[in-house]
């Protein structure tokens, strides 16, 4: 087991020095575009010229790279073109707040979503399994912007209960952020539970389920202890998953709602080509998808014996 984790952690750093190496080459191989970027397109050449010296541009290529990887693996990501500050002083607190926001949408939207999950596939094609099914198919056909709106239209307009915008500007404020988590929740849980029907649907079919059932072992006990298990392998992956969905995924809730996440940072710095905030969000982005990919690896091996023992 330990050896499967050691190489699970070395394909992460793998996969990682690979990005980072594709990332370096899109991004900084064009050093007259850089000092555009920074500079400005209305600076001169003479300055252009100034600043690639001062800042090692003209070096070659892979002493560049090692030296813009050094400064990433410690936390150096350069100065923000937009805000005129180091990027880490933006990242971290758009990250932090990103991952609030993804906290407490998987605190509702995973035991909905196995709940319903289990319940549908422990009766499939019943009329409760139909509905469930439904449910899930049509909030997960809406997409985030137009839930957005409709919400916003109901609880801000309508009813007056929530605020529009969370911008968080006097602090955390959880009525701000119920909009939010209520978009991400609706769009997302009807994945989560159709994987969910469909694991558990496929477990209760199989021999050592039945043969449990006829044994007359205790229905509890066979669905906690021998069919919730199983059928928990698939949805497990898929959650996993969903970590990558809300650390970049939700540009269009945080920009709707004007949450300052990492999602509406990375948009900023498109907009903006604010190149350096553009290398750190992707790299930030990539080690999230990649070593939530490696837990989920090693995680499988938990629930499934026949990969731990094989």
């Not at 900023?268 to 750190?280: H, K, N, Y």
């Amino acid at each position: 087991m330990l050896i499967f984790v050691l190489k699970r952690i070395g394909f992460m750093l793998l996969t990682m020095v690979v990005v980072s190496i594709l990332l370096f080459l899109l991004l900084e191989i064009d050093i007259r575009g850089v000092a555009t970027m920074v500079l400005g397109p209305y600076s001169s050449e003479e300055q252009r010229d100034i600043w690639l010296q001062q800042n090692g541009y003209l070096d070659p290529l892979y002493e560049r790279y090692l030296r813009w990887l050094g400064n990433f693996v410690t936390g150096d990501f350069g100065e923000s073109i937009r805000f005129k500050t180091p990027v880490s002083e933006i990242l971290w607190p758009r990250l932090w707040n990103t991952a609030i926001l993804g906290f407490w949408t998987f605190a509702v939207m995973i035991p909905i979503s196995l709940i319903l999950g289990i319940l549908a596939g422990m009766n499939e094609g019943s009329k409760l399994d139909r509905s469930i099914s439904v449910t899930s198919i049509i909030t997960t056909s809406v997409p985030e912007f137009a839930s957005a709106v409709f919400l916003s239209t109901i609880f801000v307009f309508w009813w007056k209960l929530l605020p529009g915008t969370s911008s968080m500007s006097d602090g955390f404020n959880f009525r701000e952020l119920m909009l939010p988590v209520m978009v991400l929740v609706i769009y997302d849980f009807g994945y989560v539970a159709r994987m969910t029907r469909a694991s558990m649907a496929e477990v209760m079919t199989t021999h050592y389920i039945r043969t449990a059932v006829l044994k007359g072992l205790p229905y509890r006990k066979v669905i906690l202890k021998h069919a919730l298990r199983n059928a928990l392998i698939a949805p497990f992956t898929v959650i996993m998953l969903q970590i990558n969905w809300l650390l970049s995924g939700v540009i269009v809730v945080e920009f709707a709602f004007a949450y300052k996440g990492f999602g509406a940072l990375l948009l900023e710095a498109s907009l903006t080509s604010d190149i350096f905030m553009i290398e750190a969000c992707a790299m930030v982005a990539v080690f999230v998808a990649v070593a939530t990919q490696t837990i989920a690896d090693v995680g499988y091996t938990y629930l499934n014996p026949r990969i731990r023992f094989s």
